[in-house]
């Protein structure tokens, strides 16, 4: 069999799986849960090489989700890609979140001519979003700068363009952005908007070929820092 990158994200509460060989991704699984990574991550890791009939020993590499996101996830899957980087000699590339997010809209907007700015979201908790702009450059989405914390009501106040927007939003966040910004938002679907796991394999299997590796040993989640000092 050929060897086989795994794709870790518990950032969230979406929590997602997958299994790529550099070719295609082979097995992906999505879920919601409600703060029970610990319990339901390796289990399924094991029922996913089950399904394909590959195990441990055929495993590569290991791609994680770095965050932005929920402390208790992050952590639960940052480590677990730690350990199986350490315990089985594999190479393990950490990624943003919400690049994973934005990578999930490339083939949309590869055939665009002129090509609207993304902006992508995640739930960051008690009505909170983490938002971070990405504009199209070399045939990819890069991040204009650093992820922020905002609300539904606050965000795209200062949209002078038109704006698509991607990621984790409630049906209410949906309602309340397109209601206040009218022409200057376009969503993209729920479905489009789920972050899966085959997306951060992609990317993932991409920075290995590159050579883009990190160290198992000082790989560490990103908090954002609200003004408390506390991470969100």
């Given at each position: 069999m050929d060897k086989l990158l795994l794709a870790i994200d518990t950032a969230?509460?979406?929590?997602?799986?997958?299994?790529?060989?550099?070719?295609?991704?082979?097995?992906?699984l999505s879920w919601e849960s409600p703060d029970h990574h610990t319990v339901e991550l390796t289990p399924r890791v094991a029922g996913m090489l089950n399904q394909i009939e590959a195990t441990m020993d055929d495993l590569a590499g290991v791609a994680v989700s770095l965050g932005p996101g929920s402390f208790t996830g992050l952590r639960v899957g940052v480590s677990?890609?730690?350990?199986?980087?350490?315990?089985?000699?594999?190479k393990v590339v950490g990624v943003p979140t919400l690049d994973i997010?934005?990578?999930?809209?490339?083939d949309a907007h590869a055939s665009q001519e002129?090509?609207?700015?993304?902006?992508?979201?995640?739930?960051?908790?008690?009505?909170?979003?983490?938002?971070?702009?990405?504009?199209?450059?070399k045939h990819a989405f890069a991040a204009e700068g650093k992820a922020w914390l905002t609300t539904a009501r606050e965000l795209g106040a200062d949209w002078q363009e038109t704006v698509r927007v991607c990621g984790e939003l409630n049906a209410e966040e949906r309602h309340e952005l397109k209601k206040r910004l009218g022409a200057r938002v376009e969503l993209a679907s729920p479905a489009a908007s789920l972050r899966r796991a085959g997306y951060l394999a992609e990317l993932g299997w991409a920075r290995l070929r590159a050579g883009q590796v990190d160290a198992p040993a000082t790989l560490a989640p990103i908090y954002i820092q609200t003004p408390s000092g506390s991470p969100a």
């Amino acid at each position: 069999m050929d060897k086989l990158l795994l794709a870790i994200d518990t950032a969230t509460r979406i929590a997602s799986l997958a299994l790529h060989d550099g070719a295609r991704v082979r097995v992906e699984l999505s879920w919601e849960s409600p703060d029970h990574h610990t319990v339901e991550l390796t289990p399924r890791v094991a029922g996913m090489l089950n399904q394909i009939e590959a195990t441990m020993d055929d495993l590569a590499g290991v791609a994680v989700s770095l965050g932005p996101g929920s402390f208790t996830g992050l952590r639960v899957g940052v480590s677990l890609a730690k350990g199986l980087s350490m315990a089985r000699n594999l190479k393990v590339v950490g990624v943003p979140t919400l690049d994973i997010v934005a990578h999930a809209m490339h083939d949309a907007h590869a055939s665009q001519e002129a090509h609207t700015p993304l902006v992508a979201v995640l739930a960051a908790g008690r009505g909170r979003l983490v938002a971070c702009k990405y504009q199209w450059a070399k045939h990819a989405f890069a991040a204009e700068g650093k992820a922020w914390l905002t609300t539904a009501r606050e965000l795209g106040a200062d949209w002078q363009e038109t704006v698509r927007v991607c990621g984790e939003l409630n049906a209410e966040e949906r309602h309340e952005l397109k209601k206040r910004l009218g022409a200057r938002v376009e969503l993209a679907s729920p479905a489009a908007s789920l972050r899966r796991a085959g997306y951060l394999a992609e990317l993932g299997w991409a920075r290995l070929r590159a050579g883009q590796v990190d160290a198992p040993a000082t790989l560490a989640p990103i908090y954002i820092q609200t003004p408390s000092g506390s991470p969100a």
